[in-house]
């Protein structure tokens, strides 16, 4: 099946007779004949459902239909993307364990990794995603367990060099985290490049209408533990919490990862999704890729027209050649990067806030990433306490508007845009 087709199909056949859509399965709990018969589902004997905590038929479904779409072996739905980029490293690094993370991602990823988790003891090190390969080298350390990075970063829609990065941990053992959100499996499949998991946000593209918070770890399949096994003693040593079941041994490349974080981590730290989020997110899967490819068509649009507008400073997006990323961008995502875009209102601060007070259409939100276009000025919002010169500092220019570019009709976009500029020059 090509793209289009498993957004519809895959990940759940009805049989003769069975619902077209995939059922809610909204039920905490699972009935057994015997005793005998959920002692097998408890030793990872048998495959089946017994809490929802661990594992429910809903998410199961949609889970199945994300692997298929970035091409892995296994995939677990979590409640948000932030507790899939924390499952996704918790799951292979531990106190005492060190990371390499590219500094370009999402903040509240940042965050996460450079306090939450340094307080689990949890030692990181981020790297520029454009750094030299001495700089790359330098990072790493013996106890390093994994590499992260974001095919394209919110906000600063770098592109992530992800064979590069791929090969360089694949050197130190250790695998490739990249976290897809922005580019989705339609514009880009990490592990046709040598990444070995890929995490999303599916709060964003994936569910596209502003309905579901949720998230998925997705893997590869690729990544051979054992040949690592003293980095990895979570995967390859057995697990006394688990009836000392050696996850690499009892399932292989293929499943153990995503078997450890569902019986391991899910079971003692209960992040899951409900079932009925789940549906809805399908729904938003089955048209993912009509949405993309009109996300991206829209954005392009709106990015030439910007930059050809006298009122705005700069435009950046990675499908605009001249941008520093139109390259890397031609390489991993031919088709389209995605729908946001950043641009500087000519006369600063004020002119920007000037140009968020006249807009019609598009609508004031920190989201991104969904069906309705959305702005926001960091400046006069989330960052409305800084200085200008202590914006600068943190990388948010004082005129810098962030666009998320909607699927509504591009002229509709573009009029609204215009408008709202010229009164922001006046
Ligand atoms: C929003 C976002 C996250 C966090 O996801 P939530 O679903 O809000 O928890 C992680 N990574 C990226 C790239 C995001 O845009």
């Known amino acids: 099946m090509r793209q289009e087709t498993k957004c ?48 429910n038929p809903t998410n199961d479904y949609v889970a199945a239909k994300i692997a298929a779409l970035e091409g892995g072996t296994a995939a677990m739905m979590t409640s948000s993307g932030q507790a899939a980029s924390f499952f996704s490293v918790f799951n292979i690094a ?5 990371v390499v993370a590219s500094a370009s991602i999402y903040g509240g990823t940042f965050n996460l990794f450079n306090v939450t988790m340094r307080r ?19 990072a790493f350390k013996p106890n390093t367990k994994a590499v992260f990075g974001e095919t394209i970063a919110n906000p600063s829609l770098k592109v992530f060099d992800i064979e590069r990065f791929a090969k360089k941990a694949h050197e130190h053992g250790v695998p490739l985290i990249v976290d897809n959100t922005f580019a989705t499996p339609i514009n880009c499949r990490p592990f046709e490049w040598g990444a070995d998991i890929v995490i999303h946000s599916t709060t964003k593209y994936m569910d596209g209408h502003d309905a579901t918070v949720g998230g998925v770890i997705v893997d590869s399949g690729k990544f051979d533990w054992m040949a690592h096994a003293e980095k990895f003693p979570g995967l390859c040593t057995p697990d006394e919490s688990y009836h000392g079941i050696t996850y690499a041994e009892k399932f292989g490349k293929e499943k153990a990862y995503i078997t450890k974080a569902t019986a391991q981590l899910m ?34 649009k709106v990015a030439e027209f910007l930059q050809a507008n006298e009122n705005v400073n700069y435009v950046t997006y990675p499908g605009l050649k001249g941008n520093k990323y139109y390259d890397l961008a031609q390489k991993y995502l031919p088709n389209g990067s995605c729908g946001v875009i950043s641009f500087g209102v000519k006369g600063g601060r004020a002119a920007a806030e ?40 943190c990388g948010v220019k004082p005129d810098m508007i962030r666009l998320s570019v909607g699927i509504e009709n591009v002229d509709d976009i573009m009029e609204d845009i215009a408008q709202a500029l010229s009164k922001a020059s006046k």
């Open 120 to 138: 689990m003891g949890i030692d990181f090190t981020f790297v520029d995603p454009d750094c030299s390969d001495e700089e790359l080298e330098a």
């Open 354 to 393: 000037e140009f968020m007070k006249n807009l019609k259409l598009a609508i004031i939100a920190t989201h991104v990433a969904d069906a309705h276009t959305c702005v926001l000025h960091p400046a006069s919002s989330t960052h409305a306490q800084l200085t200008d010169e202590e914006l600068v500092e």
């Open 267 to 300: 079971r003692d730290l209960g992040s899951i999704p409900s079932p009925m989020n789940c549906y809805m997110l399908n729904l938003g899967l089955e048209s993912l890729a009509v949405r993309v490819a009109r996300h991206c068509e829209n954005a392009q």
């Open 8 to 55: 519809i199909e895959a990940g759940y056949t009805p049989k003769n007779g069975e619902s077209r859509m995939i059922p809610i399965v909204q039920s905490t709990t699972f009935k057994y004949d015997t005793s005998a018969d959920m002692a097998k589902l408890f030793e990872l004997e048998a495959e089946g459902y017994f809490y929802t905590r661990l594992q």
């Open 94 to 98: 531990t106190q005492g364990d060190h």
